[in-house]
């Protein structure tokens, strides 16, 4: 049986692409699972991770490079939206924000009507669920 590879472990365009924003109560200083020093105020009450602010957005907590092999650093910690987001075509539903994502590190797009049963599978196989990015910086 053929190994089923989650496309996100090859990618991560969506952490550095996408401001991460969140409530502040996130954040560990005020009990959530949020490591606070990778965190940094956006407003009274949000909070964004460290470099998905900055005019060439990247996640501080990324690792690995862009298009290769990566992860997240605080996967069990991360924010809501990151356990949100979706990869494109993940369950047959398309994600633009996914697909606009990859298309600035020159990533092809994921979704395609005609994959719903190949994307259905990484999910089972247990799909990285990045979350919903939903604001770009600037
Ligand atoms: S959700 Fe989309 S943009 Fe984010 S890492 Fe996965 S494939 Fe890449
Ligand atoms: S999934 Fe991890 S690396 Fe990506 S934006 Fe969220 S916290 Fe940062």
Do not use: K
Not at 40 to 55: V, Y
Not at 106 to 121: D, K, Q, R
Request: hydrophobic share 35%; aromatic share 6%; charged share 20%.
């Amino acid at each position: 049986m053929s190994e089923i590879t989650n496309p996100c472990v090859s990618c991560g365009a969506c952490c550095a692409h996408f401001r991460v924003s969140f409530y502040w109560a996130e954040a560990d200083d005020a009990g959530g699972p949020v490591p606070t020093a990778l965190t940094e105020p956006l407003s009274l009450l949000m909070r964004n991770m460290r470099g998905t602010n900055d005019r060439a957005p990247r996640c501080v907590a990324l690792e690995g490079d862009i298009g290769g092999c990566v992860s997240c650093g605080i996967y069990e910690q991360r924010p809501t939206p990151c356990r949100e987001f979706s990869m494109s075509g993940e369950a047959g539903i398309h994600n633009e924000a996914c697909d606009r994502a990859r298309a600035r590190y020159g990533l092809p797009a994921l979704f395609s009507p005609s994959l719903p049963v190949m994307t259905e599978s990484y999910a089972a196989a247990g799909a990285r669920e990045l979350s919903e990015h939903v604001q770009s910086p600037g």
